[in-house]
């Protein structure tokens, strides 16, 4: 009985601390920004990286990268800030 209680416990606490599955809401999502780009289509990819974005909690860093040069790419250097300051607490220069 009390395995049973030890087992229960962790796989609540697993399901409640387990991160959103990246191939179903974050990459589908990432690759469609990817085509925009390729399409010289900023503007989409932009608001397709910030849905990927929100979709979860942290997202990566080359992807941050990604939606700042589409920033850049379309002069939007004050949208670009935000942007810039997640890149610099992950730790990149």
Same mark, same amino acid.
């Given at each position: 009985?009390?395995?049973?209680? @030890? ?5 609540? %606490?697993?399901?409640?601390?387990? &991160?959103?599955? =990246?191939?179903?809401?974050?990459? /589908? ?7 925009? @780009? ?5 503007? %989409?990819?932009?608001?397709?990286? &910030?849905?990927? =974005?929100?979709?979860?909690?942290? /997202? ?34």
């Amino acid at each position: 009985m009390k395995n049973l209680i @030890i087992v229960c416990t962790l796989f609540i %606490t697993n399901q409640v601390f387990a &991160q959103l599955d =990246f191939r179903k809401e974050y990459y /589908p999502v990432i690759n469609r920004a990817e085509m925009a @780009i390729t399409k010289d289509d900023y503007q %989409t990819a932009f608001t397709e990286y &910030q849905t990927a =974005f929100s979709a979860v909690k942290t /997202p990566l860093a080359r992807d941050i990268f990604n939606a700042v040069a589409c920033k850049f790419l379309l002069n939007d250097f004050e949208g670009a800030k935000p942007l810039l300051l997640k890149l610099a607490r992950k730790g990149i220069s």
